[in-house]
Structures are given as structure tokens and as C-alpha cells.
């Protein structure tokens, strides 16, 4: 396969992982905090914000090293992404259900859209690596609309009605991790700068902890939902 | 001295160029509000339209992301000679897609009525399906179009990186502030046909400083100012008559089945069709509607009931519908109303003192728990203000609610049940759980099993808690005498009983509101009509034969269906008087609320189990559209 139809299917897929965070934190926010139109329109709202303020970081010294910065940032998405709901289970926990939580679950919301907004830039830019067509941009938006379209809709009919909240996030989130590492294979050997090898190196194994963390929380989902739920309403 | 002018020169040239990027950003930031709120727009529209909020707000969305690709896709190919006049062009049409949009779907709409009442089931899901999605691709599409257009504008005026980034950003921001601003400021105080024609106008604005600040002045040029002009003016127009359009709209759903064997009625203009009031709020569209036709279901009342003898200045003939969606009719909620309220006290030993109250905003229920002078206080929670505002000012809910809101041991709190009772620290001795229809994650909530066990904390031990369960009576089936429950797909009564079940009540009883078939006065009165529908000859054993249909129909269909649970093992279901009046229920009615043949749940089976970690409400049914009550 060429490696510009691989940026295409990668370009899908984290537009599709992005929007299941994104859909996933405004339900979580809106079973603590109640008030569901208020929470997914403030989700909605805080994740557009952030993805602008993420497009509008995107500068030249970020667009020379976009290799490392792409690998990076899909490693923070897992991250953030695959343990955001339970993080949520916890803060509320901790901090209860005031502006502490809140801020919390902004927070969260805030940070994945930021890494989500350097997305598409810097695909654009790898796009432009591959080929000389003049329309990248408008490809790359097309797939990412497409991605974002994908997700929205098995979301609501398939994801949360027949794997629930948990179960979802995770599978979302090893889905992100084997994209994040099928890129590291695939272009990691391009990106020259003294000292990043070592870096991307280690931002591998990073990765493929988690797919192991991840693979082992999908196995438990079902008693990890128990206890959360346990969590809950206490 | 030249070099100075030419620094000037320089320094004015650099300054226009920053000047116009500044002015691209602000149309940016405008068309990508523009086209959010369409986005946004069109499928709350559907979602209103359709019965299964989630599959068709999903399938709104998801078409509008992909035309929106498909759009930018195709973006490319196109010359990028005259970009400017071309995008004036998108925009234009943009305008007018979204301005005839919601009215386009209204319409699309009325058809798949005809459809529906002649039959066509199949015809009629393909219909509204592509009928209404073809309209969101239009303006999917169209809206993908502007972003890669823009960009390429901007960096006609500067190749730098910053500045496609900065545009993709400022689309993001303008997409920001609709999300936002639809649901909390425009969905609560505007109609949506309002929103839409506002929303063109303001595309129109756009498209208009677009040719007016980027290309020169030529005869061709003049030719859009006057398109946009033209364009303007009828938008105004309707912007102010847009209480009229939503309510002939609103007639024709109404009252347009009534009419529907006859398809040219799909363009009368039902101006004679009584008036219909109409409210929006923040969480729904509240509509009153005038049946003034004759309804043999309403006359078949009459032999149930004695409301009309005893309280003749009752309303008749008003129907409440929320979203669409059928509440009741004044002539028949005491049928709903007194076996929601009173069968669960006839059948405990004790009247409650303390009861609250989840939803019910009209006050119907609450007029009936009043009725108990043991019951001291009613805390009820209703999450619309403009519904609590209705049921306590307008005369026609003090009517039919005698007041019940106002009264003295009520106390209204305008919150998200949910948020309430996770909340509260209260206890009280009944709870009623008074829902609309699940339809989608938000309102499924309400039927979770967190949320029961919410309830469950904020409930003396000896108490009970009774729902009402939407739906269920859909699988009720009558089988050698007995009403049959269970092991039924459409039914979603397993999702509902497991689930109070799993919240850990330990009795879950179904009851529905069963009228008696043998009831002489109604046999009597559906005689009548027979005879007054058959001029020529029938045998007397076909009459007695549509007599028996007629009442078992009426009977069948006026069955409405409740959860009833305790903490503890109900001793025995037994009548125990009470010192109150009713004009439906009495003794011999309670019992057959109770004649239901289910299997008791001894084992919770969790994958019928309602959570909000995963839900199993709504069940979902594609083929489902919403059509008011009475065609259905």
C-alpha cells in the first residue's frame, strides 16, 4: 500500500478516535453533574475551542520535527483519551461533585482537544511530504470530516449501547496505540534531528505498554464497570 | 525623500494586506457559526420529527460530517480562477438551503404521514430518510466548501503557515460559539423555523461583505448586490411571520391524519382547523391542541367515567403533546391519573405522609395525591420552568389541575430529577417517577439503574416507589382470558423490571389501567354507532361481533402501564379503602389492574439491565417515526 492511502486510513482513524474521546467525556460529565444539554453543548464547546487553540499552535518549529511531534502526540491521546473516564470515577471520588471536578473534567476535555487540533496540521504536512497535489488540505479535512462522521454515529448506535462506557473508551484507545506505533515503524526512520532516535525510541516502548495495559484493562472491563458503578454510588 | 515614500508605500501595502487577512478571519469566523447552527438545527429538527432521537441525530450529524468531507474533498478540483465570486455563490445558496431548510423537513414530513396512514411503512421510513437527509447534504456539502476556499484565499495574500492554521482555527472558534450559543440561547427563545431564517441572514450579510471588500466594482459585480438585496428582504419578512408559518405547520400535523385519505389536503392551507397554542422551552415544545372532532373513543369514556357528570365545567377536548409526542387528552387523564396515583395507596396498608414527586409537571398526578388528607407534603421536581410557569398561570391548566401546584403541602423545585435525588438528603414514604418516553441517553437516565438506586436511598424503608413504564403495554397479549406479559421483543418491560430490580427492590409488580370489556353502557353506546354507520341490514350476530371489537379496541388501546416496587417484600395486594373519591377507579377496577400473568423476577438477568454505563433503553426501532397518538 502507498504510504499517502496509509496517511489516509490513519487520518480516519484518529478523527474517529478523537470524536469517541470527546463523546464519551460529555456523557461521563453529564451522569456526575446531570444536566445533559448543558454538559455536551459546554463538551461540544470546550473541545472546538481547544482543537482551534491546538491548530493555531502548530508553527514552524513544530511542523519541521512533525514526525516526533505526531508519534508524541498520539501517545498523549492514548493517555489522556483511555483513562479519562476513570480518572473522572476518581476525581469525583476525591473531590466531589463541586467546581473542583469541574475544572477537573475541563481539564481533560481542554487537553484532548489541544492534541487533536495539532492533528490535523501536521498531517496536512506529511501529507505534502508524500505529494505534490496542490489540494492536501481539502483532502486531508474530507477524511478527518469523514472519520469525525464515523465516529459519531457508531458511537451512539453501536459502541455505548453494546460495549458501554469502559469498554469503548478502552477499545478506542488500542485502536489509538496501534496507530500511534503502526507510524512509529512506518516513519520514525525519516525524522532527523540529533538526539531523536533515542527519544522516539523510548516514546515506542511507552507505547507498547500501554497497548499491554490497555489489552489487559479491555479483558477486566466488565468488573472494572462494577466497581466503578460500586464508586458511584456510594 | 523617495526612499521614504517608498518605505510609506511599503509600510501602507503591508498594512492592507493585514487588513484584508483580518477581514477573511471575520468572515471565517461567521460562515463556520453559520454553519454549525445549520448543522446543529437540522437534526434537532429531525430529531423532532422522527421517534428515535438517537439513531436520526446520529445519522444527521454523521451525513452532514461526510458531506462536509466529500464537499471539502471536491473543493480541489475546482478551478481557482475567480475563487472569490465562487465562494459569494456557496454562500448565496447556503442561505438559501438553510432558510427553506426546517420548513423543507415540516413538509417532507406532512407526505410521510400520507404514507404512513395508507400503510406504506417501508415507503415511509425511505421517504423521511432520504427526504430529509438530502437537504442536510446539501448543506453539508455546500458548508465543506468554504474552509479549503478560504485558506486558499488567505494565503493568496500570505504563503506563510501561520495563516491556514490560523483560519482552520478561527473555524473552530466559530464552531465554538455555535455549539454554545444553539442549545442555551437560541433553542430555549426562538422557534427553529426562526433560527433558520436568522441564521441565512446573517450568511447573506456574509456573502455580501465578501464581494463588497474583495473584488472591484464591475456591472457584473452590481448584478450580486442586488441578488443579495432581493435575498434580504423576503427573509425579513418571514423572520417576522414565522409565528404563523410554525403554527400552520403545527395544524397540519395535528390535524392533517384526519384528513389524509385525500392527498390534495397536503397543500390546503388549514386556515377553519382550531388554533394551537404553543410554547418552547429550553428542553421541549409544548403544544395544546383543540380535538373538536368526533372520537368514538372519547364517547366510549363517558360510559367508564362519571368526571363529566360531577365536574361539567371540566375541559374537554384538549390535548397536550410535548415535542409531538401525545401526553393526554382532559376528557380521558383521569384513566392515567388516578391508577398512577391511587392504586399503589389502595394497595399498601398505610397512606403516605411524605411524598415526592419526579416529573408530572402539569399537576395532574399532584391534584390527585391531594386528595389525601393524610398525605402533609408533596415535594415534586419538574426540570422545564416554562411547564411549572403553565400549570401554575395558564387557565386552562388551573383548570384541569384545580390549582394543585399552588397548594399549600406542595413545594415545586425547578431541577434535574436526576441531580435531585443524587443530592438529597430528605426521605419520604412514596415516591412517583413520571417520565417522558426514553428516546434517547438523556432521558434513559431516568430509567437507570443508578438513578433508581438514587431514589431507593431517599425512601423510608416501608415505602414504595411506582413509575410509570412507557411501552410495556405494547406486549401485552390476551391469551385464554389472561393478559399475557413477558417474552416479548417490542415490549421493554424486562429492561424496566430488571432493572428496578438490580437498584435492589425487592418487589417489582406491573399494573396497567384495565378497563372492563362487559361494561353494558359502553356495549349500549357502541350499538348505537353501529347502527347509525349501517343504514342497510346487519345480522345480529355480526353486531355482536363489532360491538365486541369496537370495546375490546377501545379497551386494548386505552391501557396505560406501571412499575409499582417496594424495599420490601410486599405482604399482600389487597383494596384497602380510603376515605377519597374517584371518578374511574373503584374496587372492582383495582383488582384488574393487577390481573396480569407475568413470571415474578427472582434472579436479575443483567444484560436486560438499564446503566448509565450502558444502556439498554431505548430499545431502538428504526422504522419508528413519531406520528401524533391517534394514528397510530
Redesign the interface.
Known amino acids: 500500500m502507498s504510504r499517502i492511502k496509509i496517511l489516509y486510513i490513519l487520518t480516519f482513524i484518529v478523527a474517529f478516535c478523537s470524536i469517541v474521546y470527546e463523546l464519551i467525556l460529555g456523557q461521563a460529565l453529564s451522569l456526575f453533574l446531570g444536566n445533559t444539554i448543558l454538559r455536551f453543548s459546554v463538551t461540544i464547546g470546550v473541545y472546538m475551542f481547544a482543537m482551534g487553540i491546538g491548530a493555531m499552535l502548530v508553527e514552524g518549529k513544530i511542523i519541521k520535527k512533525r514526525i516526533f511531534y505526531f508519534i508524541f502526540i498520539e501517545m498523549l491521546l492514548v493517555l489522556i483519551g483511555g483513562f479519562s473516564p476513570i480518572l473522572l470515577f476518581f476525581a469525583q471520588f476525591v473531590l466531589g461533585g463541586g467546581f473542583l471536578f469541574l475544572l477537573f473534567a475541563l481539564i481533560l476535555i481542554f487537553s484532548i482537544g489541544v492534541l487533536t487540533g495539532f492533528e490535523i496540521p501536521l498531517l496536512m504536512e506529511l501529507f505534502k511530504d508524500e505529494t505534490k497535489d496542490g489540494n492536501s488540505e481539502g483532502k486531508v479535512l474530507g477524511v478527518d470530516y469523514l472519520g469525525a462522521f464515523m465516529g459519531s454515529i457508531v458511537f451512539a448506535i453501536f459502541f455505548y449501547p453494546k460495549f458501554g462506557l469502559l469498554q469503548t473508551t478502552f477499545t478506542i484507545a488500542l485502536l489509538n496505540c496501534l496507530v500511534g506505533i503502526f507510524f512509529y515503524l512506518k516513519w520514525s526512520k525519516k525524522e532527523k534531528w540529533s538526539g531523536g532516535e533515542k527519544i522516539l525510541k523510548n516514546i515506542f516502548k511507552t507505547q507498547i505498554v500501554f497497548l499491554v495495559v490497555l489489552a489487559g484493562a479491555l479483558v477486566v472491563s466488565g468488573n472494572l464497570t462494577e466497581s466503578l458503578v460500586g464508586l458511584y454510588l456510594k | 525623500m523617495s526612499n521614504r515614500k517608498q518605505r510609506r508605500k511599503r509600510v501602507n501595502k503591508a498594512v492592507k494586506k493585514d487588513d484584508k487577512l483580518a477581514k477573511i478571519y471575520w468572515i471565517t469566523f461567521v460562515v463556520a457559526f453559520c454553519s454549525i447552527v445549520y448543522q446543529l438545527l437540522l437534526a434537532h429538527t429531525i430529531a423532532l420529527i422522527a421517534g428515535s432521537a ?2 436520526w ?3 444527521t ?6 458531506s ?10 475546482i478551478n481557482k480562477k475567480n475563487s472569490i465570486q465562487k465562494l459569494f455563490l456557496v454562500e448565496i445558496l447556503l442561505a438559501f438551503f438553510g432558510a427553506i431548510s426546517v420548513c423543507f423537513m415540516h413538509f417532507v414530513q406532512i407526505i410521510d404521514i400520507y404514507f404512513w396512514a395508507h400503510g406504506n411503512i417501508k415507503l415511509a421510513f425511505v421517504f423521511i430518510l432520504f427526504g430529509s437527509q438530502s437537504i442536510v447534504f446539501s448543506i453539508g456539502f455546500l458548508s ?1 466548501f468554504e ?2 476556499m478560504l ?1 486558499n484565499m488567505a494565503n493568496t495574500y500570505s504563503k506563510e ?2 495563516v ?3 483560519v ?6 466559530g ?2 460559539l455555535g ?2 450559543l ?3 440561547a437560541l433553542v430555549p427563545f426562538f422557534r427553529g423555523i426562526t433560527i433558520g431564517f436568522v441564521v441565512a441572514f446573517i450568511n447573506v450579510l456574509a456573502a455580501f461583505f465578501l464581494i463588497s471588500i474583495f473584488i472591484p466594482r464591475d456591472k457584473k459585480n452590481k448584478k450580486r448586490f442586488t441578488a443579495c438585496f432581493i435575498f434580504l428582504i423576503p427573509l425579513s419578512v418571514v423572520i417576522f411571520k414565522s409565528e404563523g408559518i410554525e403554527k400552520h405547520f403545527s395544524k397540519k400535523y395535528y390535524y392533517y391524519p384526519q384528513a389524509v385519505y385525500d392527498f390534495k389536503n397536503i397543500f390546503s392551507s388549514f386556515k377553519d382547523a382550531p388554533n394551537i397554542e404553543t410554547y418552547h422551552s ?2 421541549q415544545k409544548i403544544d395544546i391542541v383543540n380535538q373538536q372532532t368526533f372520537n368514538l373513543a372519547d364517547v366510549l369514556m363517558d360510559a367508564y367515567t362519571d368526571k363529566l357528570i360531577f365536574d361539567e365545567n371540566f375541559p374537554i377536548g384538549k390535548e397536550l403533546y410535548l415535542n409531538g409526542d401525545w401526553q393526554f387528552n382532559s376528557g380521558t387523564e383521569e384513566i392515567y391519573h388516578e391508577y398512577f396515583a391511587h392504586v399503589p395507596i389502595l394497595a399498601t396498608d398505610e397512606i403516605p405522609k411524605k411524598v415526592l414527586v419526579l416529573g408530572a409537571g402539569d399537576g395532574m398526578l399532584t391534584r390527585e395525591l391531594l386528595k389525601y388528607r393524610e398525605i402533609e407534603k408533596i415535594v415534586q421536581v419538574e426540570i422545564d420552568p416554562e411547564m411549572a410557569r403553565l400549570s401554575r398561570e395558564h387557565k386552562l391548566f388551573l383548570a384541569m389541575n384545580k390549582g394543585s401546584l399552588l397548594d399549600k403541602r406542595v413545594e415545586l423545585k425547578i431541577t ?1 430529577a ?2 435531585f435525588v ?2 438529597s438528603k430528605e426521605k419520604f414514604d412514596a415516591i412517583y417517577l413520571d417520565f417522558p418516553t426514553p428516546v434517547d ?2 432521558t434513559s ?1 431516568l430509567y437507570s ?2 438513578f433508581y ?2 431514589v431507593r436511598k431517599c425512601l423510608n424503608d416501608k415505602g414504595f416507589i411506582v413509575l410509570d413504564a412507557p411501552g410495556v403495554t405494547s406486549g401485552i397479549k390476551l391469551q385464554q382470558g389472561s393478559l399475557l406479559l413477558n417474552e416479548n421483543e417490542k415490549s421493554p418491560w424486562k429492561e424496566y423490571a430488571y432493572t428496578v430490580k438490580a437498584a435492589g427492590f425487592e418487589s417489582v409488580i406491573p399494573f396497567i389501567s384495565n378497563l372492563e370489556k362487559d361494561n353494558e353502557h359502553a356495549r349500549k353506546l357502541a350499538n348505537e354507532y353501529i347502527l347509525s354507520q349501517y343504514t342497510q341490514g346487519i345480522s345480529s350476530e355480526e353486531k355482536e361481533e363489532a360491538i365486541d371489537d369496537i370495546v375490546s379496541n377501545f379497551v386494548l388501546d386505552s391501557q396505560e402501564s406501571f412499575i409499582f416496587a417496594q424495599k420490601e417484600l410486599a405482604s399482600e395486594i389487597a383494596f384497602h379503602k380510603a376515605d377519597i373519591s374517584t371518578y374511574l377507579l373503584n374496587q372492582k377496577r383495582f383488582e384488574r389492574a393487577f390481573q396480569l400473568d407475568y413470571k415474578p423476577i427472582e434472579k436479575v438477568e443483567w444484560q436486560y439491565v438499564n ?6 433503553i431505548p430499545k ?1 426501532n428504526f422504522w419508528q417515526i413519531r406520528f401524533p397518538y391517534y394514528i397510530q
Open positions: 438517537i439513531i441525530y446520529s445519522i450529524v454523521g451525513v452532514f460530517l461526510g462536509l468531507g466529500i464537499g471539502s474533498i471536491l473543493s480541489g478540483k465543506g474552509l479549503p485558506m503557515k501561520r491556514t492554521n490560523r482552520l482555527g478561527i473555524d473552530y472558534f464552531s465554538l455549539a454554545v444553539f442549545p442555551l429550553a428542553y434535574d436526576y441531580s443524587r443530592n441517553y438523556n437516565r439503574r443508578e438506586v438514587f446503566s448509565v454505563l450502558k444502556p439498554t431502538r
